[in-house]
């Protein structure tokens, strides 16, 4: 058996309420039956002893008539007065079968009944009938003669046989009445005693849930706002039915938690400030960095440069001043030093152009690409009529950017396409553009020697070379230096190595900020060949 300190609140809710409801039930029960027979009662009184009561009433007035009838024929002779008698007789058997149908079965009633109908009936063979003979055959006197004080007698049995039926009416009547007021007065107890086991019922659950709600949840938001004003060391006391106790017991368990995250919150701050400290020391160190690098890249544009010149040019008048004029060996020395002088110059300014890039800003604004690519061809136009080959673009998009930067971008790739051709094959360098959610996707596909795979990666390393520096001109860093514009502006770059033959480097841009979201994209067109025709909105420079 569980406890009384062991049930839920459930459960003492559901105990009461059983109780209530069965002592509910009961009175319920008990109400319904006084109430039929209330019921009953009132429908006796109603519809059978007050018309009854009526008829018997009507009874009188009907025997009455016929015995006035009689009378009045007798004294006068004349048929007519004869009317009320059989008037009175009429009404006298429709009262009767209206009474027997109303009694349904009374046997007192039925009883009062048939001594009236058998003594009405005596009295008109006795008395009505003779009279009526008498008159018809002898005259008023002979008539009268048997409507003597014997004849008055016989009516007034009758009379008093109506009046015991009135007077059995009237006692069941009576008796019917107290009977439907001692139900009402039953009726009314029981809902008294509804209305009290309400009220105690009520008044036992507002005990009860003051006692076993509403006190153990005031005492447990004290406690909890005690926790919640920094006390997370407090413990929770367990108090109330076991759903309180629960709930208590998570909260507990809550606060334990929350301490605990503080504890660890505190330690992670301690090591997120050291973090911090050794983050603003390495600025710093950063900020030095670059400032020795700007430092680095002035002394190298302008310290460096001019010695450089000096040794390259000289190199250049002892070769055309003393070329022939020495041996073989000492003109291929002065050669290698020309040469040397030349790519040192060559890797000084572009070192200096990669140190430049998003350093040196004049800020972002709408580029158009088209146009970009008209000056990057005639940029190039040297080393495409040198080469025969031809440079072609579809048409390309709006970007966000800087147009130097993008122009530089476009010349590395158009420049690494036309200087690694196939020998005996003209080049043929096509830039296309599609869009790929909210971003261009721009390509440089080439028919030159492509690139292997195991390349792909190494080729964006700055002064990374794939082949002998005497086999192609460069200093291995143009590739790098699109990468770095790739990513200045936001985007990223990448080789595509399913392609049948040549190179295809493709760069992704962010699409302008008002076209974002656009549903009309070329998601499934790639990049066109070199060797496709023209369209309508393709630009070709051969």
């Not at 009662?41 to 007035?61: E, F, I, V």
């Not at 109506?162 to 069941?172: D, F």
């Not at 008294?192 to 507002?206: H, K, Q, R, S």
């Not at 039915?241 to 629960?246: F, R, S, T, V």
Request: hydrophobic share 45%; net charge negative.
């Amino acid at each position: 058996m569980i406890k009384a300190q062991e049930r839920t609140l459930r459960q003492r809710v559901r105990l009461l309420a059983i109780t209530v409801g069965t002592v509910l039930t009961l009175l319920a029960t008990v109400a319904a039956v006084f109430g039929a027979d209330n019921r009953e009662h009132l429908n006796t009184l109603l519809n059978k002893t007050g018309p009854l009561r009526t008829d018997a009433q009507a009874m009188m007035a009907a025997l009455v008539d016929q015995e006035t009838g009689v009378r009045g024929y007798a004294v006068s002779g004349d048929r007519a007065d004869l009317t009320s008698y059989n008037e009175g007789l009429r009404r006298e058997r429709e009262l009767l079968a209206s009474m027997r149908r109303i009694s349904d079965g009374d046997k007192e009633i039925d009883g009062g009944l048939l001594v009236v109908e058998e003594r009405a009936r005596q009295w008109r063979q006795t008395v009505a009938e003779p009279v009526i003979q008498r008159v018809s055959t002898g005259g008023t006197a002979a008539g009268q003669d048997l409507l003597n004080p014997a004849a008055r007698e016989r009516f007034d049995t009758i009379r008093v046989a109506v009046e015991g039926l009135q007077s059995e009416i009237a006692e069941r009547r009576a008796s019917v009445a107290e009977d439907a007021r001692r139900a009402s007065d039953t009726l009314v107890l029981l809902l008294i005693l509804a209305a009290v086991v309400v009220v105690l019922a009520g008044a036992a659950l507002l005990i009860a849930l003051n006692r076993l709600v509403i006190a153990p949840v005031t005492a447990l938001a004290g406690e909890v706002r005690e926790v919640a004003g920094g006390d997370y060391q407090r413990d929770i006391r367990i108090v109330g039915p076991p759903e309180l106790a629960g709930l208590a017991t998570d909260v507990d368990a809550m606060r334990r938690r929350i301490a605990a995250d503080l504890a660890e919150v505190r330690e992670a701050r301690s090591r997120i400030e050291w973090v911090n400290g050794q983050l603003q020391k390495q600025a710093e160190e950063l900020t030095r960095s670059n400032r020795d690098l700007e430092q680095f890249a002035y002394v190298a544009s302008h310290d460096l440069q001019e010695p450089l010149r000096k040794v390259a040019s000289f190199c250049q008048l002892l070769q055309r001043r003393y070329a022939g004029q020495l041996d073989e060996r000492a003109d291929q020395y002065i050669a290698f030093a020309v040469d040397g002088a030349q790519r040192m110059q060559r890797l000084i300014n572009d070192l200096l152009a990669f140190s430049r890039i998003g350093r040196l800003t004049s800020g972002f604004t709408e580029v158009d690409l088209n146009r970009v690519m008209s000056d990057v061809a005639t940029q190039t136009e040297a080393a495409r009529q040198y080469a025969g080959g031809e440079v072609t673009w579809s048409e390309l998009p709006m970007v966000l950017g800087e147009e130097p930067l993008l122009a530089n971008l476009l010349a590395n790739l158009v420049s690494n396409s036309l200087k690694f051709r196939r020998p005996d094959v003209p080049p043929k360098v096509h830039i296309s553009a599609r869009r790929v959610g909210d971003e261009w996707e721009i390509t440089c596909r080439d028919n030159g020697i492509g690139i292997e795979a195991e390349f792909a990666d190494k080729i964006f390393v700055i002064f990374q070379r794939l082949h002998a520096k005497d086999a192609y001109p460069g200093t291995g860093i143009g590739l790098a230096i699109a990468k770095k514009i790739v990513e200045y502006h936001g985007g990223r770059v990448w080789v595509d190595l399913d392609v049948a033959e040549g190179a295809s480097i493709s760069f992704a841009l962010p699409v302008l900020p008002e076209e974002r979201g656009d549903v009309t994209r070329d998601e499934e067109n790639g990049p066109e060949p070199p060797a496709a025709a023209a369209d309508q909105n393709e630009q070709i420079v051969a």
